[in-house]
Every structure is written in structure tokens, then in C-alpha cells.
């Protein structure tokens, strides 16, 4: 509390002193407008005084505001990437208001494209690079994402992917970040399936720990089976969520934070950026944190070092490079997460919700010395060449490397009645248990040559994007462990502290491992895409894509003799198609979409007997595939001070392996899920100063036919809570004394979560719950100060799919950033 009672101090003597200036103290103000060269007004264009450290940003109307200014002589400084600088003479004199018009050498349409997002027009983003593989306007897309950029996550203060996250309609978190390699950071579920943050600029990019926000400048969650595009490997039924890094630019600049909170929470982050060269064509950018966070229980912490280092050279004008990497290293404790045990009924607990379990919810039941080590060192190199006005090739290399070792302590929830060997029901027991990894190494090479065209064939307008796509994944991963003992969980337990390195160490050598289970193989994908939007007339465009897999797995090895199992390689192909239409009743401020997409997971194994007892036929397994049906519409009116989106979706998986009706020993392939709902989000910036986003989901999912008949017609354990929302609205002062400072607020709801469900086992709950968040932020050129209130109500809550892991109780943050 005395860290938060200092960075409110300073921050309130900031506001008064700023309320203290004598408007009558001999210094001047500068009011302007700028705009394009077609007349419209240039929003988000920096404006600097020269010889002064005044600077500002236009509004959304044009206008901009310099205040404080000593009488005399300066130059009004404008700088956009790829553009010639203006420079404006401009005479200032005391207590007096000086105006002045500028206009820019480029069109409201130019400006559009070289501005990516502004710093008062709200929360909206208008369009992406990534997302379809080509730029492209949201309106003009026929599938459903939601891009979560720079401004939300500074008035948020957000350390991590999982903070941005919160601002996603239709996301819930399911597990938190393990550490281990291959895992791929934290778990979420999308349309009741479940998803990772595995992509990184459109590419391979795995984090397996906390994926912390120091290299992050937007994030895009994208809707749907996506594999036409993106591929199967890294991408989920669900969707899709790609992280945007920061990248290098064209002068010096720069900003150094410090960061503290509840639960021991340190964090001290550095982003630099500096030319190389006087012609500015060598940029480089460094991005460096080191961050350490406690536990609300008793025992547990999170440490971790980043450094990400960008280098961008331009050759000339139709030739350029982009090389960098992300540097990951850390240590944590496990994630307190209980499971069920094989067969436990949910009657035998007693209960069947998680808040009504005997178990204390700020007890680790663990000690500070069970940790693991995990790293990552991911690779990323790109090659953008423009080969002419309308022909772009883009080559990209990306190499992600994650490497774990050491102890995961988890849990078994165990009834009364299965501990003492009687019918009594009740709970409050655990088994004490450890997975480990043992130097377990994760890693993906993704090669990816992509060529995009935007032109006319009979005067139909085409955007195109195609290309080749390579991808290598080799796993060498090892997991194993014990059960260490099973002790009563609340009240006072003798041997509470006796689950430690030293006795784990000891279980191991007196009676080895329980179970052992390594991942190991390696597996290529080669794949050709090609997607085409195709404007039938200006207001009408249609979208056909496709994408040609070929999968080769030479299936697990053996550790002992280093061979493969499998003597004839795995292979499998493919055809992943994907279909759009976008009907614009008002050009880019209406549209009516509508699309078909495709994912698919390769499978391995004959379908039938193959003893040849049955009549079913013998043929090797062909790939799981979900289809998604969508129509919605999309709004952008207002000049973008009103963005929405609706949509309705059915996604249908179908040739699920399951066990052969009557004969279980054998497999069938004609499993089937049906997973539909409706999303909708709306970004909104009504007047000035006043930003809002929100986005509530449903949705149904059911077993058709299932691996398992006791949960066929039941929704599945991993799919999440039918109903999730989000919301969050901020208000930035807009007297004049008082520009930059604001305050935020919002929160997340989810509905019952049931992370067991059987006919037979029966059916245990997650309860519902609405987590509040609260941020103030006073945000100045040169300086920020920032601070945050996380789950107001103090609320205990929990995440889970076929398990359950509470959540982190009220917590502040605070954070003070110096920029240059």
C-alpha cells in the first residue's frame, strides 16, 4: 500500500500543478487544423515544435493544441512513414492564441493507410495485414475478428496476452500458462473449442510460459476453422489469436516503465528504438523486461526475463528486410489445478460446484522449491520485395524453440468414501501428485513465400493473395512423476509442509515413477494456398479460397533405440476449402456477410476391424474436419465512431474416431459434434474522450455421436461457459490542463462452466461469475502514470475444462513510464 499511496501522491501533485499555471504567464498556445490534400480532416498525425519538446497528436476532426509556448519564432514539424516532412513557420506571442492551417501532401485515403490506429479515435481498428493474409478492410471481410490494439492495452495496463484477452467477445480462459514446452502459453476457449496464442505476425510463434505484453502491439482474434489459410497445425476449430509485435521506426524514441503490485508483482520493461544510419534505412528496436509476481496463496511465484530485438532494413525502394526474436526465460510454480480421478461420480463428493468444496482457496498445498525451468527462443526473418504497382511477394522464416525442466505439482479431488474405503460421500481430500518434464524440447520451423496482387481482369477488381507454405514440428518431450500422499485439505495439516523437493526427490528414488509418457516424432506439412476477393461490383464481392495439404508423420520414436515405431510413414491429403460473400448496402458502412470455413487434424490408424470380422470396410483414417456456416452483419458509420458486429455461426465436426458400436476393441470414423451460437461486439467512441468496447457470445455444443455414449447429446467438458461478455469503457478529460488524464472501467462475465459432464459420472460446475476491473491513467508526452484495481468485488472464482483452478483475488498494480 505505501507503493500505491506514492504513484497516487505524485500523480494528484502532477494534476494540481498543472491546475496552478497563471493563464496569463507570458506564454502563448498554438491552435491548428491539418488536413489532407483532398480537403478531409488528418486524424492521428503527430505534429512537433521544433527546438521544443512540445508535440501532440490531431484529433479526429484535424485539430491539434500546443500550449505553454515561450514568445518567439518556431516550425511546426509533420512526419509521415514514406512521405515528404512539412515543415510550417509559425510566430508565437505571449498570452495570445496563434493559428494555423496545414495541409498534407497525401489523400484522406493515403493517410488512412499509413495511420494504423489513432490515439483519440477510441478502441476501433479498421482493418489488418494478417488476417486474410493481404491488407484488407473488416468491412470488406466476410469473417468475423476483433483486433485489440495499443490504446486499450495501455489504458488497461496490461502486463500479458491473457489481460489483452479480457477484451475479446466469445473468449474465456480455460488453464493458465504451464511452463512447459509444446504447451504454447495459456489456454482459451472459442466457440467451444479450446485455443492457443500460437501465431505471431500470421506465422509460427509459441510462447509455453506467461506470454508477457513487452513486444506486443495488437492483438487479433480471429473467429472460426481457419486452416485454409493458416494452416492446421498451429490453429484451432475455435479460431485463432495472432499477436502483432512492435517493429522498428524511423526516429528515436523510446520509454522505460517500472511496474509494481500486489502479491510482490515487480516488472521493469525497456522499448528502444534508434536509426542506424543518417538515410534512416537500418532501423533497430529493442524491447527488454524483467518481471517477478507472487501468489494470493500461500506459496507460488512467476519470474521471468524477455528480450526481444528487432532490425528492419530497407535496400531501396521496392526491397526490404525485417529480422528479429523473442528471448524468453523463466521459472514458476505449478498452477494449483485439481482433477477429477478416473471414474469418481460427482455424488461421491458430496457437491457439485467448485465453491462448495472443502478446500481453501489461498492454500498451495505445495512448496516454493516444486518449480520447473522453461525458455524460449524463437527466430523470425521476412523479405518484402515489390515487384510492382500492383504485385507484392513476402518471404517469411520463423523458429520457435521451447525447452522445460523440473517439477509440476497438480491434484486429485478424492470423496470421503474412496479415502476410507467406505460408502460415505463428502470431499475436502487430495492426492498430492507431480508430472515433470525432463529437458523436454518443443520445436517449429514454418517457411512461408506469399504473393499479393491487387488489380483489375475486365475492369472486376481482384485482391488476391497465394503462396507456399512449409511447416516442421519435432517434439522431444518427456513427462513422468508419482503420487506423493493424500492429506485432509483445511484445517491443520501436520504434513502440509512435507510436499517439497527434498521428499520428492526421495519418493523418486524409493519407488521411481508411476507413469512415464514421452512425446516424440516429427512431422512436415507442405501445403499451397491461394484466396481471391472479388468484387462483382463495388458493393458486392465475393471470396473463394483454398488450401492443398499434404502431412507426413514418421510417427513416435523409441527413446531406447532410437527408431521409429512405425515403419511406413503417416501420410495424409488434403483439400481445405473456404468461401465468403460481403454485400455493402451503404459502400464501407453496411455490410451483410456471410461464409463457409474449413479446419481439419489429421488422424492416424485403419477404420473397421481389421481382423476382418466385421463387414465395415478396411480403409486407413482420413482427416477430422469441422465445417463453419456464418452470416452476420457488420456496421462502421458515424466516421468511425460506431463499430459493431453480429453474426450467427454452426460449426459441424464430423469423421470423429470412436470406438465400434458393439465392439469396442475397434475403431469407426463417424463421430460427429455440432458446436452454433451468436457473437456479437460493438466499439464506440460517441464523443470525445469517451471510448467503449463490448462483446457478449452464446454458445450450444453437443456430442452427436461420441467416443464415449454417456456423454453423447450432453455439451462437452472442454467447451467452456455458454454465455461469456465483456466490457469496458474509459472517459479522457478534455479540458485543456487536463488533456491526458482518464479513468477505466469494465469487467468479464461467464455463466456455469460444467467441466464434467456424463451420464454416468455426472455433472460438476464452475459457478458463474462477473470479474470488475478499474484503471486512472495520466498520460503526457514525455510521461505516463498508470494505475489498476483487478477483480474489485474480491471474488472467488474458477477455470477449468475437465479440472478447475482458481483465480487470482483482488490485486493493484501500479506503474510510472518515462518516453523519449
Known sequence: MIRFSFILALLFSTVFSVFAKNPTDGFGTIKGKVTTADGQPAASVTVVLRGTKKAAITEENGTFTLVHIKSGNYEIEITQVGFETIVQPV??????????????????????????????????????????????????????????????????????????????????????????????????????????????????????????????????????????????????????????????????????????????????????????????????????????????????????????????????????????????????????????????????????????????YKRSYASDDLYQTSRNMNFFGQMNYTISNNWKSQTSLSVTNSYSDGASPYFYLLSTGAVKNTSETGSGYISRNDQFTDNSKDQVIELQQNFTGDFTIGGFRNRFTGGLDFTHHFSDQYFSGNTFDTIYAVGEIPTYRNFNRTNLDRLYMDKGYSFTYPINFMANTYSAYASDLFNITDNLMVLAALRLDHFNNRGPADDITGTYINSVPYNQTFLSPKFGIVFQPVKDQVSLFANYQNSFTNKYGTNGDPTGSSNDKHNDFKPEQANQLEGGVKLDVFNGKLTTSLSVYQIKVKDVIRPMPGNSLFSIQDGTQISKGVDAEIVASPIDGLSLIAGVSYNDSKYEKATDENVEGLRPATAGSPWVANWWISYRLQNLQLKGLGAGFGGNYASDNKVMNSKNLGTFILPEYTVLNASLFYDQPKFRLSVKLDNLTNKKYWVGYSSLIPQKLRNFGASIAFKF
Open 91 to 360: 510566430r508565437v506571442d505571449g498570452n495570445s492564441i496563434t493559428a494555423v492551417s496545414i495541409q498534407l501532401k497525401l489523400s484522406s485515403k493515403q493517410l488512412q493507410e499509413v495511420v494504423v490506429t489513432s490515439g483519440r479515435k477510441g478502441y476501433a481498428i479498421s482493418s489488418s495485414d494478417y488476417v486474410s493474409k493481404m491488407p484488407l478492410k473488416n468491412m470488406e471481410n466476410p469473417q468475423v475478428y476483433t483486433s485489440i490494439g495499443k490504446n486499450l492495452l495501455t489504458e488497461q495496463l496490461v502486463f500479458s496476452v491473457d489481460d489483452a484477452l479480457r477484451n475479446a467477445p466469445g473468449v474465456q480462459k480455460m488453464w493458465d500458462a504451464t511452463g512447459r514446452s509444446g504447451d504454447g502459453g495459456s489456454y482459451y476457449n472459442m466457440r467451444g473449442f479450446i485455443v492457443q496464442s500460437t501465431l505471431r505476425n500470421g506465422i509460427a510463434g509459441n510462447v509455453a510460459a506467461l506470454t508477457d505484453a513487452a513486444n506486443l502491439e495488437k492483438m487479433e482474434v480471429i473467429k472460426g476453422p481457419s486452416a485454409t489459410l493458416f494452416g492446421n497445425v498451429l490453429t484451432s476449430y475455435g479460431g485463432l489469436m495472432n499477436r502483432v509485435t512492435k517493429k522498428p521506426y524511423d526516429h528515436l524514441g523510446g520509454e522505460v516503465s517500472y511496474s509494481t503490485g500486489s502479491f510482490e508483482f515487480n516488472r521493469v520493461a525497456v522499448d528502444i528504438n534508434s536509426p542506424l544510419d543518417s538515410a534512416k534505412n537500418v532501423l533497430f528496436r529493442v524491447n527488454a523486461l524483467y518481471r517477478y509476481d507472487g501468489s494470493f496463496m500461500d506459496n507460488g511465484w512467476n519470474k521471468g526475463f524477455v528480450l526481444a530485438p528487432s532490425l528492419s532494413y530497407k535496400v531501396n525502394n521496392k526491397l526490404n528486410f525485417l529480422l528479429d526474436a523473442e528471448f524468453y526465460s523463466g521459472q514458476n510454480t505449478g498452477l494449483n489445478v485439481y482433477f477429477f480421478p478416473y471414474d469418481l461420480t460427482v455424488s461421491s463428493l458430496g457437491t457439485n460446484r467448485a465453491d462448495q468444496l472443502n478446500i481453501d
